[in-house]
């Protein structure tokens, strides 16, 4: 039993009961099809919560993206392209129809392949995955409002690359606006994560898309760099490592061929004194613990005014105690497991430099599975600007705190970074909040909240945290070619 | 009685809001056909380009800051004041090689273009912004902002108005803007700094360096306090390094192969960040 009067009975397990159907070994999707890989090379993706092996799933070569890419094109020329616009948004709607019918299983395969709890997976991962295939569904055939005074097609065949700590919401974002706007595509899921996708390629079937329209490749950095460098691909979007970011930006220089890119952050969480500071201490759990941190615009970097510092990290440090690290299936986890070994070790070795430097860390002190792998939610106390925990992206469950006198200072603070996709303002009054976020350069800010998205809001960084907008009327943007 | 002595112009930089020479000393002279000097302009350095962006980082600031609405009064004074001295730009102009029509065409392009830009300050605002339905309790905007400090490269077969149209459409939007390179009408550009110098624009908000695009693209696209590079008529193998030099910092850029014909708010967009802020909605 916990000495945390929060916890005065230890939860009883309550594991989510939903059954999901996976295959032993997973073809490439292409032109409907499960498909091996032409060299007939396979990888296996994990549980990472036990190490269990899920399944096998093909891994595409250069040959593979070719033939994926001619698919695609051809099915561009003689049947997305042609269509009208009103029967492509239809099939975006079916699409949108199964995904909430199988809204469960969705949610049980990706909390198995990728750890997250199943309560976001549930409550926000797959909801959202199938509003935005609604969103845009309805735009396919009003896109002559979406772009005043200006003549537009799509660009062909777009070529999309996903991250792994939101496997099927990336695939909806990428792949919903650049189908209603008329192009076919080539996604490559992640190497960690691709049991969804394939999910949603059974029910791109079972939608009866015509072949070709939505190709499915999974794989690694061999298919992804193919897809880039791909001469018939028309548009390259991209959300992952601002790393890989700036080598999709070199690569393409001098090709004219359009790019998005959604890439790193490093947000701020500013709590101001004024602030209601339970919900405060909510929002900044939000902010860094959610989906174990493996989110690009997590509120990773706390700024808290001096004046109320010592009450709100004493009340922090107590609820971060309290958060449940565990299996991901279980409906009572808070923080689930790691995603990936390589990720996990990244996190360990943040932390250890954090430690070297005699920087304070604090834990929840959870126990943690045998199997499977984990981190405690940690926060780095007093940590100065100077410190890698600081400038860098952790992607786990790791908050570096500093403090500020005023909001000057904060604002100084906030912006004292090369990344700009998101931050946060915690205070009660309306016209200080106008002020900061209008001084914080990012893409997204979350006023006295966190972690909202939503299919209509527009989502993307400033500076090195990519360039495009996904979400909204904005999002359509990148997958058209304008004219005069 | 002797003919009076003319007194000549020194074509200088535009920079933070004073006229240096470029810091390396070097100049370029601009011949006319028969190969007479007609003058000597500043041939800009790479330092001369560092000490730009500090102008530019300061400039924007200010500019930034300036309300659309003063931000659309300044673009229509420098019109008024290109007006007031269109006879110098186009005697200018004809200096440099063009004829007298098509030079009086440039010179009223470039007023008209100050004057299009100018109206649209305080417009991009609401053609670009949106307040988003989002399915929760929230109420959610999307507002643009200035991408920041621009580099705007003008290629050698660009003439007054398409350096006009750079400057004005990133000027719009709120941007800095360090205005490289202009070699078909190098003594123009420099004397467009006085223009905007008289129209109360921030001093740093817009900076010419006249000279050659191509010295300066390498640091235009590697200096990491530069958040984007607009290109006009370049050359694509400049086009190309410069891209690949932007990947270091992930800069936002455009790149036309020659001067549009008509502004377009669209070219204001290419330089605007799009920001979106969330407010619960409660009591």
Known sequence: MSENPFINEPYAPAPESTKVAIKDVYGLFIENDFVPAEDGSTRETFN??????????????????????????????KTWSRMAPAERGKYLYRLARLIQERSRELAVLESMDGGKPIRESRDVDIPLVAAHFFYYAGWADKLDYAFPNRTWRPHGVAGQII????????????????????????????????????????????????????????????????????????????????????????????????????????????????????????????GIFFNQGHVCCAGSRLLVQEGIADE??????????TLIVGDPLDKNTDIGAINNQPQCEKIQEFLKEAKEEGLELVDGGQDLPEQGFWCRPTIVKNAPQSS??????????????????????????????????????WTDKGSKIFKVTNAVQAGVLWANTFNKFDPTAPFGGYKESGMGREGGLHGLVPYVRLGD | MADRILVKKTYKLYVGGKFPRSESGQTLTFTDKKGKLVAAYCKSSRKDFRDAVLAASAGLKAWKAATPYLRGQILYRAAEMLEGRSAQFVEELQLQGMGKSAARKDVQQSIDRMVYYAGWTDKVGQLFSAVNPVASSHFCFTVPEPTGVVAALVGDAVGLSGAVEAACRLLAGGNAVILCGCAACPLSASSLGEVWHTSDLPGGALNILTGIPADL???????????????????????????????????????????????????????????????????
């Open chain 1, 388 to 425: 890698r925990i600081v400038r860098e992206e952790v992607f786990g469950p790791v908050l570096a705190v500093q403090t500020f006198r005023n909001p000057d200072e904060a604002i100084e603070k906030a912006n004292n970074t090369r990344y700009g996709l998101s931050g946060g303002v």
């Open chain 1, 48 to 77: 990472p919560a036990n190490g269990k092996l899920i399944s096998r799933v093909a891994e595409a070569g250069e040959a593979d993206v070719d033939k994926a890419v001619q698919v695609a094109r051809k099915a561009y020329d």
């Open chain 2, 217 to 283: 693209a390498e640091t235009a696209g590697s200096h990491r306090a530069i958040d984007g590079v607009l290109g006009i008529g370049l050359d694509p193998a400049v086009e190309k390094s410069l891209q690949e030099a932007a990947a270091d910092s992930l800069k936002r850029l455009s790149f036309v192969a020659e001067a549009p014909k008509s502004g377009s708010p669209y070219a204001i967009a290419d330089f605007l960040e799009m920001k979106t802020t969330w407010h619960p909605v409660g009591v």
């Open chain 1, 163 to 286: 991250p792994w700590n939101f496997p099927l919401l990336m695939a909806a974002w990428k792949l919903a606006p650049a189908l209603a706007c008329g192009n076919t595509v080539v996604l490559k899921p992640a190497e960690f994560t691709p049991l969804t996708a394939l999910y949603l390629a059974e029910l791109v079937q079972e939608a009866e898309f015509p072949p070709g329209v939505i190709n499915i490749l999974t794989g690694g950095s061999t298919a992804g760099r193919a897809i880039v460098g791909h001469d018939a691909v028309n548009k390259i979007a991209f959300t992952g490592s601002t790393e890989v970011g700036k080598l999709i930006q070199r690569s393409l220089a001098g090709t004219g061929k359009p790019y998005t890119l959604e890439l790193g952050g490093k947000a701020a969480h500013i709590i101001f004194e004024d602030a209601a500071i339970d919900q405060a201490v909510e929002g900044i759990v939000n």
């Open chain 1, 312 to 321: 709100l990290m004493r009340k922090l440090e107590y609820r971060i105690q």
